[in-house]
């Protein structure tokens, strides 16, 4: 059984800090995503990483992928409050036809003016 | 293009009644699935399609029907609602394997 873990669960940070949020992953898997929503909102995708060694960026955010390690990177730089929210990551199987995704639980992200 | 369109936003259900919740994408997509999610506990796949007729079991399915007759629908259907399954409910949806999920503004149920 696949199991997705995130931590911290829970992270307040300073604007302008910078500051790492784990994903470990129990078994083999090529694709790893992660995924921000909002209080009360639905889910946006951020980054899809689909091999080891991928690096994607957008704005503040860079995530990595260490499938080796079973293990992704969601990076934040110079942080702000617009940055608060929940980050998922979730994982699959590179199987056809496997859409089993398996989402972690969450890190509740607070960033303070 | 409205992405992924999900009805009721919200429902209140008394234990045993049955239910639909609607699901609708309008991108084409082949894969969808719908997800629950309780506080702490992340989001959990419920059922999934890979394409127009074929559905499969997630990691959390009992008490739960879907089924997929056309590419742009995925209803779930709840046979006998219990307090259990008050949760949100998101349904999403993906071109391919690869891709990220566009999910559903979501269902908030209460079962009474």
């Known amino acids: 059984e696949l199991k997705v873990e995130q931590n911290p669960l829970f992270l307040s940070m300073q604007e302008g800090k910078n500051y790492t949020i784990y994903c470990n992953y129990s078994?083999?898997?090529?694709?790893l995503y992660w995924y921000r929503q909002d209080p009360g909102k639905s889910l946006e995708s951020l980054f899809v990483?689909?091999?080891?060694?991928a690096v994607k960026q957008e704005g503040r955010l860079m995530a990595s992928l260490d499938t080796k390690a079973r293990l992704s990177t969601l990076h934040i730089t110079a942080a702000v409050h617009d940055l608060s929210a929940t980050y998922f990551c979730?994982?699959?199987?590179?199987?056809?036809?496997?859409?089993?995704?398996?989402f972690g639980t969450g890190t509740r992200l607070t960033i303070i003016p | 293009n409205a992405g992924v369109t999900q009805t009721p936003k919200f429902q209140v259900l008394k234990t045993g009644q049955s239910m639909t919740l609607q699901c609708a994408q309008d991108?084409?997509?082949?894969?969808m699935s719908w997800y629950r999610q309780d506080p702490g506990m992340g989001l959990r796949l419920i059922h999934y399609?890979?394409?127009?007729?074929?559905?499969d079991q997630g990691e959390v399915p009992n008490g739960y029907n879907v089924s997929r007759s056309t590419t742009e629908d995925f209803p779930l259907r709840l046979l006998s609602a219990a307090p259990s399954q008050t949760s949100v409910y998101f349904c999403?949806?993906?071109?391919?394997?690869?891709?990220?999920?566009?999910f559903g503004s979501g269902t908030r149920l209460t079962v009474v």
């Open positions: 078994t083999t898997s090529d694709r």
């Open positions: 399609s890979v394409g127009a007729g074929i559905t």
């Open positions: 990483l689909l091999s080891n060694g």
């Open positions: 979730a994982v699959d199987r590179a199987n056809f036809g496997n859409e089993k995704l398996t």
């Open positions: 991108m084409n997509h082949e894969y």
């Open positions: 999403a949806s993906r071109p391919d394997p690869g891709r990220g999920y566009t």
